[in-house]
């Protein structure tokens, strides 16, 4: 069975860094793209970023609320992804998903087939 | 990137049909046939319904289905089940490989 479980969240002061883990079993993360999706209390869900595989050129790409600030990575060898967060504001609260990727191709993914639990980020 | 418009709540009794819209633009929904729906139970992870606007995953009930028209796609519940009250979210690609998510549904199973 896919399983993706984060770990990483708590609460940093407005400014710090705080770095995220996804660890992903049941599958190979060489063959998908990955990303995070957070949701502030309360509200809705928001795509944070993403990590498309090597056969796709391996690079990410962000929303524009946290590009600059974000950074998404990813260890094949130890089917890991990772999110750098640096520069946190209040707004950054949020609970982060850890996603997988469904049907990539080029820049498109069909959907998120499979979210992890969640971890808990405070910014305050 | 705005959030898509959808509906606060909507609601129905048991075995009705219910259609929940999820309005964006020509740059997004309407461009596209990237849009998935979630469903996401208090305190739970998001699960997906439908992808690629019509296609359900293995081992979502057909009673989820799912269309579009122009800017607006559209997730209908048919046989509503109390199990079905839930959070709904519809997602959409919009270009420059970025992605942009509903404001959310509630339904109430009346």
């Known amino acids: 069975d896919v399983q993706l479980v984060e770990s990483g969240g708590g609460l940093v002061q407005p400014g710090g860094s705080l770095r995220l883990s996804c660890a992903a079993s049941g599958f190979g993360l060489y063959n998908h793209y990955m990303g995070w999706v957070r949701q502030a209390p309360g509200k809705g869900l928001e795509w944070v970023g993403r990590s498309r595989n090597e056969r796709n050129g391996g690079t990410s790409e962000y929303a524009a609320s946290v590009k600059g600030r974000f950074t998404v990575s990813r260890d094949d060898s130890t089917n890991s992804v990772y999110l750098q967060m640096t520069s946190l504001k209040t707004e950054d609260t949020a609970v982060y998903y850890c996603?997988?990727?469904?049907?990539?191709?080029?820049?498109?993914?069909?959907?998120?087939?499979?979210w992890g639990q969640g971890t808990l980020v405070t910014v305050s | 990137q705005s959030a898509l418009t959808q509906p606060a709540s909507v609601s129905g009794s048991p075995g009705q049909s219910i259609t929940i819209s999820c309005t964006g633009t020509s740059s997004d929904v309407g461009r596209y046939i990237v849009v998935s729906w979630y469903q996401q139970h208090p305190g739970k992870a998001p699960k997906l319904l439908i992808f690629e606007v019509t296609k359900r995953p293995s081992g979502v009930s057909s009673r989820f289905s799912g269309s579009k028209s122009g800017n607006t796609a559209s997730l209908t519940i048919s046989g509503l089940q109390p199990e079905d009250e839930a959070d709904y979210y519809c997602c959409s690609y919009a270009g420059d490989s970025t992605y942009v998510f509903g404001t959310g549904t509630l339904v109430t199973v009346l």
């Open positions: 996603v997988r990727g469904g049907y990539c191709s080029g820049a498109t993914c069909s959907s998120f087939d499979n």
